[in-house]
């Protein structure tokens, strides 16, 4: 137990600990953090507030089942699982998002900063984030103007954002509260994506042998895409699914590998209710934090050699992917819902990223084009994150591009 000016602070570094965490959301609950997101982050009104955490006995009516009446906030909550989840809304989210790998494919979305991260994590006044508050309030502003927008004007987009607009409305939200609250779902969403892709290139690149081989296991699939038997056209959505997600061991180990050793994420639940704990008697208001770190490099589960990233670990034991210390998707009701999304996006543009282009980091020194290559970037552990750490700053990887025959 832990005591920060006053705060009674309990860290769990054991996976048992933190199962049964996960499971008594009674006694552990993570509604507080949302809360503060909503609060302090997204600004919402103090009547939007309100609303939000109107349950049915309040006057709540939603408009999907609601069987365990639940309040707005976690209605919507639901709304966004059916879309990630359900399989075929994923599968309709899938295409869409996999046409957008495949058309737009640039590579300065690396390097895309979160725009509320400063504000978010470490709770900093609005003074001291003026950098993050700005464009924050010109993403509120968009998003206002876009769900202001006649349905038609908006046609094209996901279920679950009309299904959100719709129920935020119908309880009593304004547009602009239900812009803020879609800030930070969208925020939620694609906070780790660009910086997993990074470090997953970032990491072949590093290692010319291992990149050509995944180039040989995504041959099959890259081949199928780009140049299939007639009568047999396969979308980029069941290529991925298929192929690269099951038949690409050495490209999901790499994946695996690269999630575990760059999660610098932690679980925040405040207990709800007075509860016993490993022989601790905890009181309402003390937070509980599962930080994902030490346990992702824990050596009693991968080995003497946890430290070191070998990138094929996984692929030599399967099992490893369902150990008890393997956990960097969250858990309970913070695990993550894109998960499944976001390895095909991952694996997908990766694949394409291979298969399209020569890509050549700049050694130590070497200059090209008035840049100079640099040492191989570094987690970034002093910074809070919500899952996937970035660089330090300035540890760019310099790297030459070029179009790449195939046939």
Same mark, same amino acid.
């Given at each position: 137990?832990?005591?920060?000016?006053?705060? @009674?602070?309990?860290?769990?570094?054991?996976?048992?600990?933190?199962?049964?965490?996960?499971? &008594?959301?009674?006694?552990?609950?993570?509604?507080?953090?949302?809360?503060?997101?909503?609060?302090?982050?997204?600004?919402?009104?103090?009547?939007?507030?309100?609303?939000?955490?109107?349950?049915?006995?309040?006057?709540?009516?939603?408009?999907?089942?609601?069987?365990?009446?639940?309040?707005?906030?976690?209605?919507?909550?639901?709304?966004?699982?059916?879309?990630?989840?359900?399989?075929?809304?994923?599968?309709?989210?899938?295409? @869409?998002?996999?046409?957008?790998?495949?058309?737009?494919?640039?590579?300065?979305?690396?390097?895309?900063?979160?725009?509320?991260?400063?504000?978010?994590?470490?709770?900093?006044?609005?003074?001291?984030?003026?950098?993050?508050?700005?464009?924050?309030?010109?993403?509120?502003?968009?998003?206002?103007?876009?769900? @202001?927008?006649?349905?038609? @004007?908006?046609?094209?987009?996901?279920?679950?954002?009309?299904?959100?607009?719709?129920?935020?409305?119908?309880?009593?939200?304004?547009?602009? &509260?239900?812009?803020?609250?879609?800030?930070?779902?969208?925020?939620?969403?694609?906070?780790?994506?660009?910086?997993?892709?990074?470090?997953?290139?970032?990491?072949?690149?590093?290692?010319?042998?291992?990149?050509?081989?995944?180039?040989?296991?995504?041959?099959?699939?890259?081949?199928?895409?780009?140049?299939?038997?007639?009568?047999?056209?396969?979308?980029?959505?069941?290529?991925?699914?298929?192929?690269?997600?099951?038949?690409?061991?050495?490209?999901?180990?790499?994946?695996?590998?690269?999630?575990?050793?760059?999660?610098?994420?932690?679980?925040?639940?405040?207990?709800?209710?007075?509860?016993?704990?490993?022989?601790?008697?905890?009181?309402?208001?003390?937070?509980?934090?599962?930080?994902?770190?030490?346990?992702?490099?824990?050596?009693?589960?991968?080995?003497?050699?946890?430290?070191?990233?070998?990138?094929?670990?996984?692929?030599?034991?399967?099992?490893?992917?369902?150990?008890?210390?393997?956990?960097?998707?969250?858990?309970?009701?913070?695990?993550?819902?894109?998960?499944?999304?976001?390895?095909?996006?991952?694996?997908?543009?990766?694949?394409?990223?291979?298969?399209?282009?020569?890509?050549?980091?700049?050694?130590?020194?070497?200059?090209?084009?008035?840049?100079?290559?640099?040492?191989?970037?570094?987690?970034?552990?002093?910074?809070?994150?919500?899952?996937?750490?970035?660089?330090?700053?300035?540890?760019?990887?310099?790297?030459?591009?070029?179009?790449?025959?195939?046939?």
């Amino acid at each position: 137990m832990l005591y920060v000016a006053g705060q @009674k602070i309990l860290v769990i570094l054991s996976p048992h600990d933190a199962l049964k965490v996960f499971k &008594d959301t009674t006694s552990f609950a993570f509604d507080p953090f949302i809360d503060r997101l909503y609060r302090g982050t997204a600004n919402v009104s103090n009547e939007a507030h309100s609303v939000l955490w109107r349950t049915p006995q309040d006057g709540f009516k939603s408009l999907h089942p609601n069987p365990k009446s639940h309040a707005l906030v976690h209605t919507g909550n639901a709304l966004l699982h059916k879309q990630l989840l359900d399989p075929t809304h994923l599968q309709q989210l899938t295409e @869409k998002v996999l046409n957008l790998v495949n058309e737009s494919l640039r590579w300065d979305t690396f390097f895309k900063s979160s725009v509320i991260s400063s504000s978010a994590d470490t709770k900093y006044p609005s003074f001291m984030a003026r950098a993050a508050i700005k464009p924050r309030d010109q993403l509120i502003e968009a998003l206002t103007r876009y769900l @202001k927008a006649p349905p038609e @004007k908006r046609s094209g987009g996901v279920p679950f954002i009309s299904e959100l607009l719709d129920e935020e409305l119908n309880a009593g939200l304004s547009v602009e &509260d239900s812009a803020r609250i879609l800030l930070i779902i969208l925020w939620g969403l694609n906070a780790n994506g660009p910086m997993t892709l990074f470090w997953l290139i970032a990491h072949l690149l590093q290692r010319p042998e291992l990149a050509t081989a995944v180039r040989e296991e995504i041959f099959p699939a890259m081949q199928a895409f780009h140049f299939p038997a007639s009568g047999s056209e396969e979308s980029l959505t069941e290529i991925t699914k298929q192929q690269l997600v099951n038949g690409c061991p050495l490209l999901n180990s790499a994946f695996n590998k690269v999630v575990r050793v760059t999660s610098t994420g932690c679980t925040i639940r405040e207990v709800a209710n007075p509860v016993g704990f490993g022989g601790k008697d905890l009181s309402p208001g003390t937070k509980v934090l599962i930080p994902q770190r030490p346990m992702l490099l824990a050596k009693q589960a991968f080995g003497p050699d946890a430290l070191d990233v070998d990138l094929s670990r996984f692929s030599k034991n399967r099992a490893l992917e369902r150990h008890s210390y393997y956990r960097p998707f969250g858990g309970g009701v913070t695990l993550c819902s894109g998960r499944v999304l976001g390895r095909r996006e991952i694996l997908a543009f990766v694949a394409l990223a291979l298969w399209r282009y020569e890509m050549r980091p700049l050694e130590v020194g070497q200059e090209a084009l008035g840049v100079r290559g640099k040492p191989f970037p570094r987690v970034d552990e002093k910074k809070p994150s919500v899952g996937i750490a970035k660089q330090v700053d300035g540890d760019d990887m310099m790297v030459r591009i070029a179009k790449r025959q195939y046939k």
